[in-house]
């Protein structure tokens, strides 16, 4: 059994403001009845103010979907619909002294409820960015479309470095056969699809050749980083050495300097050369990677 | 020293005295009769069964009576067929690589789509190494397509292995019949018995069988130990080397206290199967018809009339089992459930998949499995707390309409659905 936290269990057994909100203005339908998640959220947000003024759930779901959906309503109720979108899934663990991590899509969940909510309130569409693949890392909950992308957009051919990329085992490691076997039947499909002919990169001959590639690698990279709330900015670049500044969730995230390495493979790839990647500024404590 | 300390705090949440332990498909208690037989051999006959000295002797004798002891379990012809194995993972294990390595010319499987998964993932697992799988689908009540299964035989196939009964619905399959099918192609013949041994008399002499895996801590011996039914004569190749143990097919020190223990535990089980059947199935089916009578949008799994007589799967309907087991946990009630999220997946048991039971009641879908020591006060207790239960759990359902007590499947339609 789950070793859920006293929090999750006391929101579980006796739920809050599990009912459906009369006269709601605002309702949010989530999940998957595959994936044995579904949530109801209902609000009645104030008009004049635009602060909910009650919210209320109905969860078909495990203890921790319905612990996250409880948890939900009393972290949003009395904020304004904007402080109430500004809620992170990681808020809504926090606030039940955490989760397994195999539960973390509960929070997820719930954070996705109230910005269909949200959405529905102001007449704009939701669009649900939910990937419904297999999962492999239960760990940071990854799947393996989410494995596939990466592995085709960066080219990746090791575990280390889809570890490095998309974080996919990067804990527990009971996941590590299965991603090779992603891996494996990637790189079939590209190998199939390449062209034999290569184009053969040489270093850049001016010092904007070199911005522009290293700025190009980056943007490349920017999407990833930013979906796990981070983000990379060019500070400085001396002969072959590249100055960066993590930015974001990046500045801090103990897996920092795996990224950083892994920035400096790709720099390195686009430069032809070897590239040695610093760190400045969010990141310093990272150190060289070198 | 101090011995008083306590090892760990994940006891049960309430006194076992008023408990109520349903999911004995999943273990067992362990008889205390066993564990009497078995103590010895942890204190007193602690000698090498190999040796020749008067430490090793009465030892390896013990073995030799706890052999026969199953053999009389699964009616074998010698008991030495019986190998014993550390569970019925490795004894499954061993029955799959063996076929392989001993039929090396021949390069298919045939297996269904609901074994457990000892069975699925090594057969996942040759599949990704070029061998053909022949996954025999179920049809909505669990039972094997006997017709794919029929054109799935062929002089290409090494080895058929199939379950014997479900673990998680306890439906049979017809496995004497299976057997005798792939014998007329010379094909060797595995099956898991491990929710049979113990439940339903077993005969493996003048049957197809050729390998059949059983657990021991499925019926009241301790964890840590099974058996490898191999009938004599067939090719064999072994998975553990490096020793003369087991005739040389599981080479590695013999468990001891365990062997002695499943010896034991086949030994009352061999008698239960006759004296104690009845009286448990009486007490599944009473568990089933009040639940079923209590709890509306309620319904059985698997193929009622034709499982073990200690399991029923009932799936309710708009509620997610996680929850329900959580909730009966507080009354000291203990069950499993196919539900997702109990184990961590996402998706439901692949067995409630196979059957094409839909997604609204398969997550909602717990396993009651009764044993020689359920009482009729542990089926109470179920049919008092369980009912509540799920009807609380509906009142927080979006796909459930509290008002009239009907789902609303049709009104609720979440984005990603």
């Known amino acids: 059994m789950w070793n859920y936290s006293e929090k999750v269990k006391e929101h579980f057994f006796t739920p809050r403001n599990a009912k459906v909100v009369e006269q709601a203005n605002a309702i949010g339908d989530v999940g998957s009845i595959s994936c044995g998640d579904a949530l109801r959220l209902t609000l009645k947000v104030n008009p004049d103010t635009e602060i909910i003024e009650d919210a209320g759930f109905q969860t078909f779901g495990c203890g921790s979907a319905i612990a996250s959906s409880s948890a939900l309503t009393e972290i949003i109720i009395g904020k304004t619909i904007d402080e109430a979108k500004a809620v992170s899934n990681q808020e809504i663990a926090d606030y039940l002294d955490g989760l397994p991590p195999e539960k973390m899509h509960c929070s997820v969940m719930?954070?996705?409820?109230?910005?269909?909510?949200?959405?529905?309130?102001?007449?704009?569409?939701?669009v649900d960015d939910h990937e419904e693949g297999e999962l492999i890392c239960k760990c940071f909950a990854i799947d393996d479309?989410?494995?596939?992308?990466?592995?085709?957009?960066n080219k990746l051919s090791t575990l280390e470095e889809v570890i490095n990329y998309t974080k996919a085992g990067g804990a527990c490691s009971a996941c590590h056969e299965k991603i090779e076997w992603v891996l494996e039947s990637c790189i079939e499909d590209y190998d199939a699809a390449s062209t034999p002919a290569s184009v053969e990169l040489t270093p850049p001959k001016s010092i904007v050749e070199r911005v522009k590639r290293v700025e190009a690698v980056l943007d490349e990279l920017r999407p990833m980083l930013q979906a796990d709330g981070g983000d990379v900015q060019l500070a400085d670049i001396d002969d072959d050495m590249v100055f960066l500044t993590l930015t974001g969730a990046c500045?801090?995230?103990g897996l920092s300097g795996a990224t950083l390495s892994m920035i400096e493979q790709r720099l390195s790839e686009a430069l032809a050369e070897p590239i040695t990647v610093y760190p400045v500024g969010g990141a310093a404590h990272a150190g060289g990677v070198s | 020293m101090n011995l008083n300390y306590k090892c760990c705090t994940g006891t049960p949440e309430s006194d076992p005295l008023g408990s109520a332990y349903l999911d004995n498909n999943a273990t067992t208690q362990v008889d205390p009769k066993v564990v009497e037989a078995m103590l010895p051999f942890l204190t007193q006959f602690y000698g090498n069964p190999s040796s020749i000295h008067s430490f090793g002797r009465p030892v390896g004798q013990a073995i030799e009576t706890a052999r026969q002891q199953v053999q009389?379990?699964?009616?074998?012809e010698f008991s030495s067929e019986v190998v014993f194995t550390s569970c019925a993972t490795e004894a499954t294990t061993t029955a799959i690589l063996s076929a392989v390595e001993?039929?090396?010319?021949?390069?298919?499987?045939?297996?269904s789509v609901v074994e457990h998964p000892a069975t699925l993932q090594m057969c996942e697992h040759l599949q990704r190494k070029g061998y053909t799988i022949h996954w025999i689908p179920v049809d909505k009540k669990g039972r094997i397509d006997m017709d794919a299964y029929k054109a799935a035989l062929s002089d290409r196939v090494a080895l058929v292995t199939m379950m014997w009964?479900?673990?998680?619905?306890?439906?049979?399959?017809?496995?004497?019949?299976?057997?005798?099918?792939?014998?007329?192609?010379g094909i060797l013949f595995h099956t898991d018995a491990v929710q049979v041994a113990g439940k339903v008399p077993i005969q493996v002499a003048n049957s197809g069988i050729d390998l059949l895996s059983l657990s021991g801590h499925k019926f009241h011996a301790p964890k840590g130990i099974g058996a490898l039914y191999l009938r004599r004569g067939t090719k064999f190749r072994p998975l553990m080397r490096g020793g003369h143990q087991e005739r040389g097919r599981r080479a590695g020190t013999e468990n001891v206290s365990g062997v002695v223990a499943l010896g034991a535990a086949a030994a009352i089980a061999a008698e239960s199967v006759r004296t104690d059947t009845a009286r448990i199935s009486m007490m599944r089916d009473r568990l089933e018809q009040g639940l079923l009578a209590r709890v509306p949008n309620a319904f059985v799994t698997g193929d009622p009339g034709n499982r073990v007589p200690n399991t029923s799967n009932v799936a309710f309907e708009y509620v997610e089992g996680e929850s329900i087991l959580l909730m009966l946990n507080q009354f000291g009630i203990a069950a499993s459930s196919g539900s997702a999220c109990t184990s961590g997946s996402l998706e439901p048991s692949h067995v409630?998949?196979?059957?094409?039971i839909p997604y609204t009641a398969a997550h909602g879908a717990i396993r009651f499995s009764l044993s020689r020591f359920t009482t009729d006060e542990m089926i109470d207790a179920v049919l008092q707390e369980l009912p509540p239960i799920v009807a609380k759990l509906r009142t927080l359902s979006p796909y459930w309409n509290e008002a009239e007590g009907v789902p609303h499947t049709e009104e609720f339609a979440p984005v990603f659905g």
């Open chain 1, 110 to 126: 719930g954070m996705e409820a109230l910005h269909a909510a949200i959405a529905q309130y102001r007449g704009e569409e939701f």
């Open chain 1, 145 to 153: 479309v989410m494995i596939r992308r990466v592995v085709a957009q």
């Open chain 1, 251 to 253: 500045s801090g995230c």
């Open chain 2, 72 to 76: 009389e379990l699964i009616g074998a």
């Open chain 2, 102 to 111: 001993a039929f090396p010319e021949r390069k298919e499987i045939v297996t």
């Open chain 2, 165 to 185: 009964a479900n673990n998680e619905t306890g439906t049979l399959f017809p496995i004497r019949g299976m057997a005798e099918l792939a014998k007329a192609h």
């Open chain 2, 352 to 356: 409630m998949r196979a059957m094409e």
